[in-house]
């Protein structure tokens, strides 16, 4: 008896095993597949129904730890005050020759949204606890007009890009997903371009490379969005999106290349409302 | 434990509650710059108190649920939290709960193995980007929640599944002797 359960039991467990290493083969790299698709649409309304129910209760949580985190900032924001006070002085001249400048060549104002796309407004509710994954989940979909590649903003800046899409909802791969492909970016001040990508476990840090070595990077430059265009290939991301500025460089320069320490313009860790950019030509 | 279908009932209820409190609460609660985890704890639990069947099958059945909500790669997270599941039962099939800390310490022990096990199931599949030793702090910071987590969670599925607990069954009142025509 006692030998037969042992069996058995031996018997499930080898088949969960062989499961998981089945589905792990089976869908590593592949984009959603019928069953993500299906128990995501399902639990949709559920996961929406709980996300506004337990708001309460999360921001409780977080002002405390923002609290904590407000005291050791409140006095590098006071030495950055000054700092910007008197870059602000060299702001407003360079503004008031830019502006001349647009005029001058006819060229369109343009906000952080490019003109051609559309917003679609979304709530995320849910998001991975992994440091391993950057992804969140939102509660508009292919309803509303969103499609896998669209990029996706704050008002802050680039958060990501939608990777799946079901009726209901749409799940979105973060710019702090280690996974996810690179982002072809470029500094604001002097056009220098390179990839961002990721590093595992610090989502407040990202990588800017293959930048030329020839170009001077000074920490606290822009970075946004190259937005690049060639007859086959185009990137995925309209030009000039604010991505985040410089904090360290170069952190490594070779022969050619040199990489440089980003921080993301948007707060990606306390991601409530994003904004899809729909439609569009990117 | 007795495996009824309303306690299989409840075990999926608790499975499913699990999964949703993680992705819409403590997912996005920063706790020291950290996101607690409270589905190893869960998994633990239930290996706990219903053996190593019972966690092997639940933390199978929440890593499938959770890849299949964050359309992650399927399998990584089932593999995991089966292994760490089936442990938890392990221990509970070996040894009595003599303490009430044994749970909360279970719970810290198998959830550093958890995060550490993802992490190396992740680094054998392959991660193109540079891997950070800020991971280091966010397995120990993330067992540490779990120590803490684990008491309350335990309390509430040992609760939950009161009625399938052979060595949890309340004492019947004892019926007094009565002399008759006394």
Same mark, same amino acid.
């Given at each position: 008896?006692?030998?037969?359960?042992?069996?058995?039991?031996?018997?499930?467990?080898?088949?969960?095993?062989?499961?998981?290493?089945?589905? /792990?083969?089976?869908?590593?790299?592949?984009?959603?597949?019928?069953?993500?698709?299906?128990?995501?649409?399902?639990?949709?309304?559920?996961?929406?129904?709980?996300?506004?129910?337990?708001?309460?209760?999360?921001?409780?949580?977080?002002?405390?730890?923002?609290?904590?985190? =407000?005291?050791?900032?409140?006095?590098? /924001?006071? #030495?950055?005050?000054?700092?910007?006070?008197?870059?602000?002085?060299?702001?407003?001249?360079?503004?008031?020759?830019?502006? !001349?400048?647009?005029?001058?060549?006819?060229?369109?104002?343009?906000?952080?949204?490019?003109?051609?796309?559309?917003?679609?407004?979304?709530?995320?509710?849910?998001?991975?606890?992994?440091?391993?994954?950057?992804?969140?989940?939102?509660?508009?979909?292919?309803?509303?007009?969103?499609?896998?590649?669209?990029?996706?903003?704050?008002?802050?800046?680039?958060?990501?890009?939608?990777?799946?899409? $079901?009726?209901?909802?749409?799940?979105? $791969?973060?710019?702090?997903?280690?996974?996810?492909?690179?982002?072809?970016?470029?500094?604001?001040?002097?056009? #220098?371009?390179?990839?961002?990508?990721?590093?595992?476990?610090?989502?407040?840090?990202?990588?800017?490379?293959?930048?030329? =070595?020839?170009?001077?990077?000074?920490?606290?430059?822009?970075?946004?969005?190259?937005?690049?265009?060639?007859?086959?290939?185009?990137?995925?991301?309209?030009?000039?999106?604010?991505?985040? $500025?410089? $904090?360290? =460089?170069?952190? /490594?320069?070779?022969?050619?290349?040199? !990489?440089?320490?980003? !921080?993301?313009?948007?707060?990606?860790?306390?991601?409530?409302?994003?904004?899809?950019?729909?439609?569009?030509?990117? | 434990?007795?495996?009824?279908?309303?306690?299989?009932?409840?075990?999926?209820?608790?499975?499913?509650?699990?999964?949703?409190?993680?992705?819409?609460?403590?997912?996005?609660?920063?706790?020291?710059?950290?996101?607690?985890?409270?589905?190893?704890?869960?998994?633990?639990?239930?290996?706990?108190?219903?053996?190593?069947?019972?966690?092997?099958?639940?933390?199978?059945?929440?890593?499938?649920?959770?890849?299949?909500?964050?359309?992650?790669?399927?399998?990584?997270?089932?593999?995991?939290?089966?292994?760490?599941?089936?442990?938890?039962?392990?221990?509970?099939?070996?040894?009595?709960?003599?303490?009430?800390?044994?749970?909360?310490?279970?719970?810290?022990?198998?959830?550093?193995?958890?995060?550490?096990?993802?992490?190396?199931?992740?680094?054998?599949?392959?991660?193109?980007?540079?891997?950070?030793?800020?991971?280091?702090?966010?397995?120990?910071?993330?067992?540490?929640?779990?120590?803490?987590?684990?008491?309350?969670?335990?309390?509430?599925?040992?609760?939950?599944?009161?009625?399938?607990?052979?060595?949890?069954?309340?004492?019947?009142?004892?019926?007094?002797?009565?002399?008759?025509?006394?």
């Amino acid at each position: 008896m006692y030998r037969k359960q042992l069996r058995r039991r031996r018997a499930v467990l080898a088949l969960l095993i062989i499961s998981s290493f089945a589905l /792990l083969t089976a869908t590593y790299g592949e984009r959603a597949g019928g069953l993500q698709k299906g128990v995501s649409a399902v639990f949709g309304p559920l996961q929406e129904g709980a996300d506004r129910a337990l708001k309460p209760a999360r921001d409780l949580i977080n002002w405390f730890d923002e609290t904590f985190d =407000a005291r050791g900032e409140n006095d590098r /924001l006071r #030495a950055e005050v000054e700092d910007l006070r008197r870059q602000v002085i060299g702001s407003d001249v360079a503004l008031e020759e830019n502006e !001349q400048l647009r005029k001058q060549l006819d060229l369109r104002t343009s906000g952080v949204i490019p003109s051609g796309y559309d917003e679609v407004s979304a709530r995320v509710i849910a998001r991975s606890p992994s440091v391993w994954f950057g992804t969140v989940r939102i509660d508009r979909g292919g309803s509303s007009g969103v499609a896998v590649d669209d990029p996706v903003v704050t008002g802050e800046g680039l958060v990501g890009t939608v990777s799946s899409v $079901t009726r209901g909802g749409a799940t979105v $791969t973060l710019i702090t997903d280690p996974g996810g492909n690179g982002i072809s970016a470029k500094i604001a001040n002097n056009g #220098a371009q390179g990839v961002l990508s990721a590093e595992v476990g610090d989502p407040e840090d990202l990588i800017l490379d293959y930048l030329d =070595a020839q170009e001077r990077i000074v920490k606290g430059s822009s970075v946004v969005t190259a937005g690049w265009r060639a007859p086959e290939f185009e990137s995925k991301y309209p030009p000039n999106l604010p991505i985040g $500025t410089v $904090t360290q =460089a170069p952190i /490594l320069q070779q022969e050619a290349t040199q !990489q440089v320490h980003v !921080q993301p313009f948007a707060d990606i860790r306390g991601l409530d409302f994003v904004t899809v950019l729909v439609g569009g030509s990117r | 434990m007795i495996v009824t279908p309303k306690i299989l009932l409840r075990i999926a209820l608790i499975v499913l509650l699990a999964v949703l409190l993680q992705l819409s609460f403590f997912s996005k609660v920063h706790l020291l710059g950290v996101v607690p985890t409270i589905l190893p704890a869960v998994v633990i639990v239930l290996g706990l108190l219903g053996g190593s069947m019972a966690g092997a099958v639940a933390g199978f059945s929440v890593g499938l649920l959770v890849d299949c909500l964050l359309v992650a790669p399927l399998g990584a997270s089932s593999l995991v939290l089966l292994t760490t599941g089936y442990l938890a039962g392990i221990y509970r099939e070996r040894y009595d709960l003599t303490t009430s800390l044994v749970p909360p310490l279970m719970c810290l022990g198998l959830t550093l193995f958890a995060e550490a096990a993802f992490a190396a199931v992740q680094l054998m599949l392959g991660v193109d980007a540079p891997v950070s030793a800020l991971v280091l702090r966010d397995m120990a910071v993330k067992s540490i929640y779990a120590f803490f987590l684990g008491v309350p969670v335990f309390l509430a599925v040992r609760r939950a599944l009161r009625p399938a607990l052979v060595d949890e069954q309340r004492p019947r009142r004892r019926i007094q002797p009565r002399m008759l025509g006394a």
